[in-house]
């Protein structure tokens, strides 16, 4: 079966520099969900889309700014990035039925790194 | 806001024998969803099993079955038969059931699990 697809699945950038992350959901579902797991940490929501509208926000710094498109593939952008960024950066898709989604599957997720 | 806790850090069990995960959890909603994932050393996050609190009925995969008590909110993960490709991260996770509430999940913070050959 099709998984969530991320990309790259590594990527290593100096601090300041921008930051370009890419998520390809689950085919039919429609929402998408970004998560940063930091070293040892538990994955921390960041920001959702349905159909291509924001859905929910957390704790996203607003250096971030995602977007989801009209193929529901979501883009995560980060700007002016600082060391603290290095995480595993974690994409979920799930697809509404009813007035609900159901199960949340996660793609690979993306290794960043700042150095 | 919804809190989750995972108050063991790290577990460890023998090949073939049966342990149990712990969870808590705090919410003032009636109706949410339960869920365990599990992460190996790949990282990638696995969904394990999932509960709907409105089900009474406790959530069981081959191996994998939990014990939901709602009024103790109490949402632990059994496994049976240990083996050791079951050796992970186990995450223990909650998500709002409404429309009108977040759909974000919110993680406890894991706990590793060893398994001895």
Not at chain 2, 5 to 32: F, G, R
Not at chain 2, 36 to 44: E, F
Not at chain 2, 90 to 113: I, N, P
Request: glycine letters at 6%; one cysteine or more.
């Amino acid at each position: 079966a099709a998984g969530v697809i991320q990309s790259p699945r590594h990527l290593i950038k100096e601090k300041r520099e921008t930051a370009t992350l890419k998520c390809y959901p689950i085919p039919r579902h429609d929402t998408v969900y970004w998560y940063q797991q930091g070293p040892g940490q538990d994955p921390q929501f960041l920001i959702s889309f349905y159909e291509k509208m924001q859905s929910d926000k957390g704790s996203i710094p607003d250096r971030f700014s995602a977007q989801q498109f009209s193929d529901y593939h979501s883009e995560l952008n980060m700007s002016s990035l600082e060391l603290g960024d290095s995480a595993l950066y974690f994409c979920a898709s799930s697809r509404h039925t009813g007035t609900s989604s159901y199960e949340q599957y996660f793609g690979p997720g993306t290794r960043l790194t700042v150095t | 806001a919804q809190t989750v806790t995972q108050s063991q850090p790290e577990m460890s069990v023998q090949e073939a024998e049966t342990v149990t995960l712990s969870c808590t959890y705090d919410t003032s909603e009636s109706d949410y969803y339960l869920f365990w994932y599990k992460q190996p050393p790949s990282r990638q996050m696995i969904l394990v099993i999932r509960q709907e609190a409105y089900k009474q009925q406790n959530a069981t995969e081959n191996r994998f079955s939990v014990n939901f008590q709602k009024a103790a909110k109490s949402f632990s993960l059994k496994i049976s038969d240990s083996q050791l490709g079951d050796a992970a991260m186990y995450f223990c996770a909650y998500r709002s059931f409404d429309q009108g509430g977040s759909e974000k999940l919110v993680f406890g913070k894991g706990m590793k699990l060893t398994v001895n050959p």
